[in-house]
């Protein structure tokens, strides 16, 4: 069950989260963006940090050792966690969709086991889902299979982008389980794969932009064999599982998305009031008297589309709407603001002396993970014309 909070109690985390962000965790980036040990060794003083100032696991359920803090008040803490790429590693944020599919389709088994160790940061969980051969956007094509034998399920597939599993205690893999005459949204299972198990490997970790290693990985299934009790909700039902992570990761990462603009925009109006080019400071230029105002008006459509999206996800609803709208629009607003923030700064900005090069490879990311604009436009599009009164305004 998840507890309401005061407004007033909202307030009080949000401006003690933004003195930890501010303070602890944006002055060591540079330390904890390099991944070695030493980055690891100040991350798990991070976590110690937010622990003792009662800033961990916020928004996971309360009934599981969380914060317990509804979706519509996580805006307001996950924006503040957004200021630095590595917040949400350092508040125990980032498993969050996957407690939440947990708590939803999991047995009391499943929880027991799973749960409390993700909520208390002994280590994450990692979700098998995009395939390298197939279109991460369409799950139905999923290729990876898994068959009884008894009470055995064996599994044999192929994944990539299976995000943090090298620091994982299990992975949920999606599979097929079903004959091809079911129905297409009716194949797939979800299956609970402890990453020691036999057969499971990890191919490699997938460069990607900025990043080698990174923290996206390809694994390959072979003869992967688990209990038949590993399956994560029902039979033929891991489409229903998948879109019940995948809703609020999607909304999780637009609240994130606000406190990168954010930053940015900071950093774009500190440098317009300081840096003087051509007779005067950049901030007396029509030019950028366009980015900045196109970039508050950005940002705040945002923000107040992430907030709606919550406030309905409350009520127990799916705001696929709200949800594919924000989507695309966060991850289009985050771009553009980064990028406005780079032209303001000129060579300063694609350099590390600032974080904007590295926040501009990761804006570039949020049009494609978790589904790219295109499907969201359409999928949304699709939703509207077949019901206009749907449209979140009316």
Known sequence: MIVNQPE?????????????IDDEVIPVESVLAKEDEVAHNMLGHLRSRAKELGLWALGHPADVGGRGVP?????????VIGRSEFGQLAVGSVSMQDTLMLHKHG???????????????????????????????????IETCAELDDDTWVINGHKWFTSGVADAGYCSVFARTEPDSTPR????????????????????????????????????????????ANLLGERGKGFVVAQDRLGPGRIFHCMRWLGQAQRAFELMCERANTRYVHGSLLAEKGEIHRY??????????????????????????????????????????LH????????????LGLTSDTPLERMYRQARYARVYDGPDEVHRMSTARRLLRDPGAAPWL
Do not use: C
Not at 188 to 214: C, K, L, N, Q, W
């Open 107 to 141: 047995t009391e088994e499943q929880k027991q086991r799973w749960i409390p160790p993700i909520v208390a940061g002994e280590f994450l969980p990692s979700v098998g889902l995009t395939e390298p051969d197939t279109a991460g956007s369409d799950p139905t094509l």
């Open 336 to 347: 553009d603001v980064v990028d406005r923030a780079i032209q303001v700064h000129g060579a």
């Open 8 to 20: 007033d109690d909202i307030a009080e985390l949000a401006t003690r989260l933004r003195a930890f």
């Open 292 to 333: 900045i105002a196109e970039s508050a008006a950005q940002i705040h459509a945002a923000r107040l589309m992430t907030l709606d999206a919550a406030r309905v996800m409350d009520t127990g609803e799916e705001a696929r709407i709200q949800i594919g709208l924000v989507k695309f629009w966060g991850a289009r607003m």
């Open 71 to 79: 979706f519509l008040g996580f805006v307001f803490l996950n924006e």
């Open 185 to 228: 949204h009716s194949r797939i299972s979800a299956i609970i794969v402890p990453t020691d198990t036999p057969g499971f490997e990890i191919v490699r970790s997938i460069p990607t932009m900025g990043h080698d290693p990174s923290d996206h990985y390809e694994i390959r299934l072979t003869d992967v064999r688990v209990p038949s």
